[in-house]
């Protein structure tokens, strides 16, 4: 589970017409000025979803019996999974040029994260497979561009940094740009988009935080921000010359735009990739883009669910397992399951033909149609690290507790290890197609070698840029930073704390957007009957959260046929 920081965030504030100027938030400037004194340091902060923890591992399934020879099936050769098309056609080729701030120096206290933001947005822009994507800092645009591509983005994290005057002036003649954050005080007088600059709001406080504009509503749905330290922008926005698509309101509910349109410029108010979570405005900026991009083709898109099993190991009671193979089958889902080759515990293996009951069980969950993904090779650290740890429980292919890299692991070893996982499976019959990191945490050197074998995967992820390294989900597929083809894992996992009605608000959350997914995953050992923690499930609890996501309006549908899609 990440650690959290307090963190800064930007907003924009709606215009409220004849009536009169916005009221000053908290820590206002005075209104029309530009801010006087620089924002607090904002730490980079992504996705601060809570993810496996909060429950109690199950002990060692110890009633285990032996395979017998007949139980097993013929092993299989080895075929490499089919390569995931990179783009489209040459002629179909769209180019988008993302900008950020440029690095603070390496003496600050802190990082301001821009180049790193400007992975996670050229992410999302990868949902479609013919769009190409320019990163550069700000200081290097040069007159015209902004006008040469499909759209220019700009996401201002350093306070008052100087934008170049040809960006300026590009953005005032027209072109597609899109402003995220800071420094839209630089661009003076904006009549002619219908904009003014009116405040920057800071939120320092628990007071403050608490009254200030941290619910977005888009398309009716109410975004929440995470409860944090924050900045918000405010622009006034003439009705007669601009489109507000999203709007922030304080606690009492005072309205300013979130994100405002005029012609082929928009503007959103804060930072959306800072401090991410299932329900957050990120899913706003998220689904913005394919509107920002012209695509009119989502109308045409139906809204999908995965369901996965995770952690499915040789350690554990097969009773878990087979009552939730039971819901499944009885509900006729598509669903798909990682599973772990080779199990330790206490340092001792535990390989699959010793547990006659879990092999069948895994089996069964083959016949019935689940994609198999391969879920590591140990999920812990044998051979790698002292002390291993448990199977399940701990990274492989990150040192957690140190925060680093493993020795013991480069491109070339991680390759075998995760070939040789793959041959584990291969050996009992079974063909894994798409891949799941441990704990979705690996060096991210090591991304194009697991590529190699698996280029299609569905985890969150962690990406690293000018020294901050976080993590980033997504609310559809996309081929991110890595030329990985990822598909989303966007509701979280049931967990303590977390629990399917968190599952279910996240899922209407997603609900909202355009080509919407649910992407949900669960352990079967919280179905095992001695298993006693608070985030326990039953059949009927199982089937009442898979019958409530389907309630939404989503089809569950298997993962490995979830794709990009093509920009028209």
């Known amino acids: 589970m990440k650690k959290t920081f307090p963190l800064l965030m930007l907003s924009l504030t709606l215009a409220l017409g004849a009536c009169g100027a916005p009221p000053a938030g908290p820590g206002a400037a005075d209104p029309g000025q530009p801010p006087t004194s620089p924002a607090q340091p904002q730490p980079v902060t992504g996705d601060v979803t809570p993810l496996f923890g909060g429950h109690a591992h199950p002990e060692l399934f110890r009633d285990r019996v032996a395979a017998l020879a007949s139980d097993l099936w013929p092993s299989l050769p080895d075929q490499a999974a089919a390569p995931q098309d990179g783009g489209g056609p040459a002629s179909s080729i769209k180019t988008v040029r993302v900008y950020y701030s440029d690095p603070l120096p390496t003496t600050y206290p802190y990082r301001d994260g821009g180049s790193f933001h400007a992975i996670m947005l050229a992410n999302l822009l990868g949902q479609y497979d013919n769009v190409k994507v320019i990163r550069a800092p700000i200081s290097q645009y040069r007159s015209g561009d902004a006008a040469q591509d499909l759209r220019t983005f700009y996401i201002g994290t350093v306070y008052d940094e100087k934008i170049p005057v040809a960006f300026l002036n590009d953005v005032k003649a027209g072109a597609p740009v899109t402003w995220i954050g800071y420094n839209i005080w630089e661009m003076g007088d904006m009549s002619a988009l219908g904009l003014q600059y009116k405040s920057l709001h800071t939120a320092l406080t628990p007071a403050q935080i608490a009254a200030t504009y941290s619910t977005v509503n888009y398309k009716g749905y109410n975004y929440k921000k995470y409860p944090a330290q924050q900045e918000i922008i405010e622009l006034k926005a003439d009705p007669a010359k601009t489109q507000t698509l999203a709007v922030a309101r304080d606690a009492a509910g005072d309205a300013i735009p979130y994100l405002v349109r005029s012609q082929n410029f928009y503007y959103v108010a804060d930072n959306p990739f800072q401090y991410i979570h299932p329900t957050d405005r990120y899913l706003v ?47 006729k889902v598509p669903f798909a399951m990682t599973v772990i080759p080779e199990s330790y515990y206490g340092g001792v293996s535990y390989p699959w033909k010793g547990n006659r009951g879990g092999l069948q069980q895994l089996y069964r969950a083959v016949t019935m149609g689940g994609l198999v993904i391969q879920h590591g090779t140990t999920h812990n650290y044998h051979g790698l690290r002292d002390p291993e740890g448990e199977s399940g429980d701990e990274w492989e292919f990150w040192d957690k507790e140190n925060n680093k890299s493993l020795d013991k692991l480069n491109p070339a070893s991680a390759q075998a290890r995760v070939q040789q996982g793959r041959d584990v499976l291969l050996s009992l019959g079974i063909n894994a197609q798409m891949w799941t990191t441990p704990h979705y945490e690996a060096d991210v050197s090591l991304y194009p070698t697991i590529n190699k074998i698996y280029p299609k995967v569905i985890e969150r992820r962690m990406y690293t840029a000018d020294g901050v390294r976080e993590g980033q989900f997504f609310p559809y597929p996309v081929r991110d930073e890595y030329g990985t083809l990822v598909v989303p894992e966007n509701l979280g996992n049931i967990q303590v704390g977390y629990l399917s009605d968190s599952v279910l608000d996240a899922a209407e959350a997603n609900k909202n957007l355009s080509c919407a997914y649910a992407s949900v995953f669960v352990h079967p050992y919280l179905l095992e009957k001695d298993y006693v923690g608070p985030d326990k499930l039953t059949k009927a609890s199982l089937t009442a959260l898979i019958k409530g996501i389907q309630a939404k309006g989503y089809t569950f549908v298997n993962p490995l046929n979830v794709t990009t899609r093509t920009l028209k």
């Open 285 to 331: 900026m998220a689904d913005s883009i394919k509107t920002m991009l012209g695509d009119t083709e989502t109308a045409t898109c139906k809204k999908q669910a995965i369901l996965r099993l995770e952690d499915i190991s040789a350690v554990n009671d097969p009773q878990g397992m087979r009552d939730t193979l039971d819901v499944i089958s009885a509900l």
